[in-house]
């Protein structure tokens, strides 16, 4: 069984996200979706909640397969959830030449960590490269209209908060 490991703050999780996701599962045949507490951030929603948006969105808003995807919250190095889950990559999306950077730094500590673990870099599709859940809190903090970025579920949740 071939597993990724697609670690992310997801805060919230959209569809430039689930996109990702879904290209994911055409390559692997189990993902393994970890979001982070990382204190580095500070986060709009709580792990609980974001976990929570992440579920629903997933198996209640677009019906994904629960056997295919498992949600979890880390505070660890990806590389250990990788030994932990038997995974075999990490997966990480990316949206724009000024991701690349950053990304390729990452993977190769991450090679220097582990050199078993591959990084696949996948982008969403372009009518979802330029959603981030920075610019998605800041409309609905505005009172703009966010349905075509995050599912149903993910809506409901940021017009809760505000």
């Known amino acids: 069984m071939k597993i990724a490991v697609y670690p992310g703050t997801f805060d ?3 569809y430039g996200h689930i996109d990702v996701i879904k290209k994911s599962l055409k390559i692997f045949d189990k993902l ?3 979001t982070t507490d990382n204190s580095d951030k500070d986060y709009y929603f709580s792990l609980d909640e974001r976990i929570d ?3 629903n969105s997933l198996f209640k808003d677009l019906n994904l397969d629960k056997k295919k995807i498992k949600i ?3 505070n660890n190095l990806t590389i250990e959830l990788c030994r932990k889950y038997n995974a075999s990559a990490i997966i990480r999306g990316l949206r724009a030449v000024s991701d ?3 990304e390729f730094q990452l993977a ?3 090679k220097k960590l582990n050199s078993k673990i591959e990084t696949m870099f996948l982008m969403s599709d372009v009518e979802n490269q330029i959603i981030s859940s920075k610019f998605v809190k800041e409309i609905a903090n505005l009172g703009g209209n966010i349905d075509r970025f995050v599912t149903k579920y993910t809506v409901k949740m940021l017009k809760d908060k505000f």
Do not use: C, D, K, L
Request: net charge negative.
């Open 72 to 74: 979890i919250s880390f």
């Open 100 to 102: 690349f950077e950053y």
């Open 12 to 14: 919230p999780i959209t």
């Open 53 to 55: 948006i992440i579920n």
């Open 32 to 34: 393994i979706v970890a």
């Open 108 to 110: 190769g500590m991450n």
